[in-house]
């Protein structure tokens, strides 16, 4: 698994290479469309994610913001990864 060393979304996407970078811009940009109210997008485990935040929802099971999906550059393929959560 390829982690990024970014800290936010903007970085993530500029050091993909270009026709990567397209192709997640346009699978995040369908994510954002319909992200729920009080889902926040960030970087979580070197990948661009979309979670609950932790002054939302302090009390998760490992002391990280709850996620329920992850968007990601591998080495030799592009993932979208999915959660299903119960609160």
Same mark, same amino acid.
């Given at each position: 698994?390829? %982690?990024?060393?970014? @800290? @936010?979304?903007?970085?993530?996407?500029?050091?993909?290479?270009?026709? +990567?970078?397209?192709?997640?811009?346009?699978?995040?940009?369908?994510?954002?469309?319909? #992200?729920?109210?009080?889902? @926040?997008?960030?970087?979580?485990?070197?990948? #661009? %994610?979309?979670?609950?935040? #932790?002054?939302?929802?302090?009390? %998760?099971?490992?002391?990280?913001? #709850?996620?329920?999906?992850?968007?990601?550059?591998?080495? +030799?393929?592009?993932?979208?990864?999915?959660?299903?959560?119960?609160?």
């Amino acid at each position: 698994m390829v %982690s990024s060393g970014a @800290t @936010t979304p903007a970085e993530y996407l500029a050091e993909l290479p270009e026709d +990567r970078r397209a192709v997640i811009e346009r699978v995040r940009q369908v994510i954002l469309d319909n #992200l729920p109210d009080g889902f @926040t997008e960030g970087i979580e485990f070197g990948m #661009l %994610s979309y979670h609950i935040p #932790l002054e939302d929802y302090p009390d %998760s099971y490992n002391g990280r913001p #709850l996620g329920i999906a992850a968007l990601a550059n591998q080495k +030799r393929h592009m993932a979208v990864y999915l959660s299903l959560i119960h609160i």
